[in-house]
C-alpha cells in the first residue's frame, strides 16, 4: 500500500476522512488565521480542555431542549423576521436566510434582542456578518489585517450594546437561584448563562466566554443561513424540471427535509476540515499522516464518495438512498468530538417513517426553507444570484427573491 509522508496531505475518500475525524491524535488547525473570534472557543480546543467544556455545553443541547427551540421559539421568530419581506413582495434569500437564523441563534447563545426592532435587529445583523467574516478568514481574498481591525470594532460594540446588558441579567438571575429566589429550572436555557454558571470549575475568563459567545453567534447563523440559501436554490433548480415536486415542497415540510439533507450533502459549511498530528498517525488503509503535517479532510470529495453514494454521488437527488448507518447529510457536521453539537437543531433527526410525529425534529433549515416557499418566494426573474467574489467559499451574496 502506497504511503503519504509529505507534510501536506489531503484525504478524500469517505473510510479516510471519516476515520481521521475520530482520530484523538489530529488536531483541529483551521482557525488559526481568525483567532480574533475563534481562540479558545469550542470549537478550537483540544483534549482535556475541550472534553470538558462540551461536556457542559451538551447539557443544554440535548434533544428536549432542541424540541423545545424548534416548536416553541422558531416558528414566532420565522414570522417575525420573514413577514416583512413577503408583505412587501420581494426580498433577498441570504438577508432572509441570516436574519432568520442570527434572531434564533441569539436566543440559543444568550444575547437578548427583539427580533421585532427593526433597527437593532439590522444593527445586529451587521456585527455577526463581520464575526462571521473573521472565523472564515483563511478562505478570505480581502486583505486580512483589514478584516481582523473591522472586526475588533465589530467585538467592541457587540460587548457594548448586546453583550454586557445580556450578562448584567444573567448574573443576577444566577445570584438569586443561588441564594433561592427564584428555582434553577427557571434559568434562560442558553449558552451564556451555562458558561457563568460553570466559568469556576471551566477556568472560563471573561474574554474566553466573550469570544465563545461571538463564535455561537456567527458559527450558528452563518452555517444555518447558507445551508438555508442553497436548500431553496436546490430545490428551485430541481422544480425547474419537477415542478410537482416543487409544489410538493411548498405544502410538505417532510419533503423539504429530504431536499435540505441532499443540499447539506452536496455543500458543507466548510468545504475542508484542517487537522495537524500530534504524533505519526497511520490510518486503516496504510496512510501515514506524519506528526506536524497539514492534513486537509475534503467534505466536498468525501461526500461526494462514488462507493457510499453511488455513480451520480455528484448530482443533487433528493430521492437519494444511502447504506445502512450513513447520514443522508454525508459528514457536512462534522463527526468525532468536534461533531457539530447543534447538528439536529440544524438538521433535524434522521428520516425515519416509523418515527411517532410527536417525535420529529424537521430542522431549523427545513422549517425555514417551507416557510418561505409556502409563502411563495421564488427566484426573481430580472435579477439573477450572485456569488460573494470575496470568498473561495461557494456563498451567494445577493440571492433575489420574489412572492
Given amino acids: 500500500m502506497e504511503k503519504k509522508t509529505s507534510k501536506r496531505i489531503r484525504l478524500t475518500s469517505w473510510s479516510q476522512v471519516r476515520e481521521a475525524f475520530h482520530s484523538k491524535e489530529l488536531r483541529q488547525a483551521g482557525y488559526s488565521e481568525g483567532a480574533v473570534v475563534m481562540s479558545d472557543t469550542l470549537l478550537d480546543l483540544h483534549g482535556k480542555a475541550h472534553r470538558e ?3 457542559v455545553e451538551n447539557r443544554l ?20 423576521t420573514l413577514n416583512p419581506f413577503v408583505q412587501s413582495k420581494q426580498g433577498d434569500l441570504s438577508v432572509i436566510g441570516y436574519r432568520c437564523a442570527m434572531n434564533l441563534t441569539a436566543t440559543i447563545a444568550g444575547i437578548d434582542q427583539d427580533p421585532s426592532d427593526a433597527k437593532q435587529t439590522e444593527t445586529l445583523y451587521g456585527i455577526v456578518k463581520k464575526f462571521s467574516e473573521g472565523a472564515t478568514l483563511l478562505h ?20 457594548k450594546d448586546f453583550f454586557d446588558p445580556s450578562r448584567e441579567i444573567r448574573e443576577r438571575l444566577i445570584e ?55 436548500t431553496v436554490d436546490d430545490i428551485l433548480n ?36 484542517l487537522r495537524r498530528p500530534l504524533k505519526d498517525v497511520e490510518l486503516s488503509d496504510g496512510t ?21 453514494f453511488g455513480d451520480k454521488s455528484g448530482n443533487y437527488n433528493p430521492y437519494r438512498e444511502v447504506p445502512e448507518g450513513i447520514p443522508r447529510w454525508g459528514m457536512s457536521f462534522g463527526a468525532g468530538r468536534h461533531a457539530c453539537v447543534g447538528a439536529e437543531l440544524d438538521g433535524g433527526l434522521e428520516i425515519d417513517p416509523d418515527r411517532p410525529a410527536s417525535e420529529a425534529l424537521f430542522g431549523t433549515v427545513a422549517i425555514m426553507a417551507h416557510a418561505l416557499l409556502s409563502a411563495g418566494g421564488r427566484r426573481d426573474p430580472n435579477n439573477p444570484p450572485q456569488q460573494d467574489p470575496n470568498s473561495e467559499r461557494k456563498h451567494f451574496s445577493s440571492y433575489p427573491v420574489i412572492f
Fill in 176 to 230: 438569586e437561584s443561588n441564594g433561592g429566589t427564584i428555582n434553577q429550572e427557571d434559568l434562560p436555557k442558553d449558552v451564556l448563562t451555562t458558561l457563568l454558571r460553570n466559568s469556576e470549575q471551566l477556568g472560563l475568563t471573561d474574554e474566553i466566554i466573550f469570544r465563545e459567545i461571538c463564535f455561537y453567534l456567527q458559527a450558528g447563523a452563518h452555517s444555518t443561513a447558507n445551508a438555508f440559501t442553497h
Fill in 53 to 55: 467544556r462540551r461536556r
Fill in 288 to 308: 501515514i499522516l506524519s506528526e506536524g503535517a497539514e492534513v486537509t479532510l475534503d467534505l466536498i470529495l468525501a461526500n461526494r464518495d462514488n462507493k457510499i
Fill in 140 to 159: 478570505s481574498t480581502r486583505n486580512k489585517d483589514q478584516v481582523r481591525q473591522e472586526v475588533k470594532e465589530a467585538m467592541g460594540q457587540f460587548a
Fill in 238 to 273: 430541481w422544480g425547474q424540471h419537477y415542478p410537482e415536486d416543487l409544489n410538493k415542497a411548498r405544502n410538505d415540510l417532510s419533503f423539504v427535509q429530504r431536499c435540505m439533507h441532499e443540499s447539506l450533502r452536496l455543500n458543507p459549511a466548510s468545504p475542508v476540515a
Fill in 61 to 80: 443541547f440535548r434533544r428536549e431542549i432542541f424540541s423545545y427551540w424548534e416548536h416553541e421559539v422558531l416558528g414566532r421568530t420565522i414570522d417575525i
